[in-house]
DNA sequence: ACCAAAGCGGACCGCACGGTCATGTTGGGG
DNA sequence: CCCCAACATGACCGTGCGGTCCGCTTTGGT
């Protein structure tokens, strides 16, 4: 389901490695975000640091392949979701479901949050993402468990900044997030006679070309 | 108030360049994050890049003394409301004000999101800032408006999220963290027969050593 | 068993950064 | 007006990065 940006190889050796290497390259990104090193990559999975180029053929590539894998399983766990018995819960759970992706991964929340650096692909898989969300908020706004001026963008949003609020608990705290998902799931359930004061952003930006202009 | 990290210098051109030096440092921190170079810091100075170090040991002196002069202020603008009328607009327009603060500079959200490279006296800065919220929020909680379970902390971890929850639509709409800002002040609200799944975190861990592990 | 092609590895290149230093310049007290 | 201490400067250094390249090794078809 997910399209593997280069062609997988033939030969045995060069299968296992470049798993080896996507492997080695999901945790490093996960644990020390997008800064770490291809040669610290390149280490961990036991081959040298030529590989890496031969089987990516940048570091934007090979970070653009893993972020597409996790994008890919969210989007799957939305679709199956669309067709769950509650719609409620059924939001609930995608939420939780990324937000844990996002507490887990830290190479995830800086692409996602700055899209001056992201892949073609990877902003089509965040439309994707963003039409999901739509799916389901819509079900719960129907439901009326959610106010109605409540859209998939806003969903999408604030899966980044619950994670973004707990990140400073990370490390003492794993689960505070789940604190600040139920927070936000108040802030966007049904309350009477109130409204928010900014009109819902049609759509996420394309490619806000970060905040620097060229220098 | 604020007290500036080294001496401050007694030849007139030299608190010139001082000054100089700080604005540019400042603006450019703001636009770009902490990675702009000091190199481009000087140039928009208009001084040479020695300069720099003649004021400041390192950039991350630098960078504290800016980051202190923006807390400082964060910090005057709640401890008055601390004796404003209303609890409730009281904390709203606390709130408000900081997360102007993230949204308007970028290095502000990198060093408060990344505790790691804190200064000593940065951390000072925001506890002092967990005092005043706590403050703040208590008042609130008193008068009724605000859940009993949420605390101090939450508010300024609340900050930061906002603003990464608007932070995607910052260059198409610039005043969309208002929306999100109402958002979370509604999930803080006061309701019924409603409670947090977590514990509310005693404190901001003082410094979360980043996720890296030694090296 | 052989061999061409595919894969591998790590020395190497260019670059940008934070920080230093020797040299030249300037301000202001006497 | 003079002089020296304070200051400004930009060439320079070490480091670490992404990416390249070429000689060597491995694979798999014949």
Redesign the pocket.
Known sequence: MTGTTSAV??????V???RLLLDAAAAMFAEHGV??????I?QRA??????????F??????LAAIMLGMLGELLDTGTALLTADDPGTALREFMAAGVELFVRDRAFCEVIGRPSLQHAEVRDAIDRLRDVAEGLTARARHQGVVRPDVTGTDVVLLLAGIQHTAAPLLVTEPQAWRRYLQLALDGITTQTGRSLPYPPPSRLPLAPADTDQAR
């Open positions: 190889p033939s030969r045995s050796d060069a296992r490695n470049r800064e770490v090193s291809i040669g610290e390149a036991g081959v040298g640091k030529g590989t890496v180029f031969r089987h053929s940048s570091k934007d590539e090979l």
